[in-house]
């Protein structure tokens, strides 16, 4: 049976670059915490379901795949998962074999012709973008897409101010900026910057319009909230952001996760 990392791989991951990091942890990635939890997957499945059908879609920083099962159980035409880290797309290709494209890219330059998709998703990316590159992240994806088409990805509760999850994310992240401040490469992965209020303002700048669907199958809080929703954005204005996104020449680094 495949074991999860040890201390000591995770501790050179965590002392490489992003890219770097990821092509050393592909092997085992799928054996650790940071791979998206079958449950939400399937809720994820069951809430896209009934928006469909969907023609091509995208999954942005696809990893080893995660996101692309998501798409392929929906029945999509044309599918493609696009990340930065060779060792993740080696992964994906081998959990799913013929049918999906395979793409390396930076998902802040995404190497698509505009109206492409008519669906992208995203899973547990965000916290390997700083607050400063999202609006270009978003416009970039909504570039990709066809009027109407939805860019969709899943996202937790907040943990409640003092809960001892609050305080864990408080020193992971802590943690992580010491680490960028004395350390290179840098290893960007921050929890408590990808704040709803934020990421809807964002994504409306971009030309979405942005509803939230309650994955309820995923359990509530004690105060009834959900404990994961589904944040759905529909592609309407074409921003100049995302005109002057989609003209732009592709760049060569990447960015991306699972």
């Not at 607050?131 to 409640?160: D, N, S, V, Y």
């Not at 960007?188 to 199958?217: H, K, N, Q, S």
Request: hydrophobic share 45%; with cysteine; charged share 20%.
């Amino acid at each position: 049976m495949t074991r999860g990392p040890t201390v000591r791989e995770l501790t050179a991951q965590a002392l490489s670059s992003v890219e770097h990091g990821y092509d050393l942890l592909a092997p085992k990635f799928d054996h650790t915490s940071f791979r998206t939890p079958d449950p939400v997957l399937d809720a994820m499945t069951d809430a896209l379901r009934s928006l469909g059908p969907f023609d091509a879609a995208l999954d942005v920083c696809c990893g080893t795949g995660a996101g692309v099962g998501v798409l392929r159980r929906l029945a999509v035409d044309r599918v493609v998962g696009v990340d930065f880290s060779a060792g993740m797309l080696a992964r994906a290709r081998a959990a799913h074999p013929g049918g999906p494209r395979w793409v390396r890219a930076d998902a802040r330059a995404l190497p698509f012709a505009p109206a492409t998709f008519d669906l992208a998703i995203s899973l547990g990316a965000f916290g390997h973008f700083l607050p400063h590159e999202r609006p270009a992240l978003f416009a970039g994806i909504r570039a990709t897409l066809r009027p109407g088409g939805r860019f969709a990805f899943p996202m937790a509760a907040p943990p409640r101010v003092g809960s001892p999850p609050y305080w864990a994310l408080w020193g992971f992240d802590a943690a992580m900026r010491l680490r960028n401040a004395v350390w290179r490469p840098r290893f960007v992965m921050y929890y408590r910057t990808f704040r709803l209020p934020d990421v809807r303002r964002e994504l409306a700048a971009a030309g979405f319009t942005v509803r939230i669907l309650p994955l309820t199958a995923l359990g509530r809080r004690d105060d009834g909230t959900v404990r994961c929703a589904l944040l759905v954005a529909e592609a309407t204005a074409v921003t100049a952001a995302a005109t002057a996104h989609a003209a732009a020449p592709p760049r060569r680094r990447a960015s991306g996760r699972r």
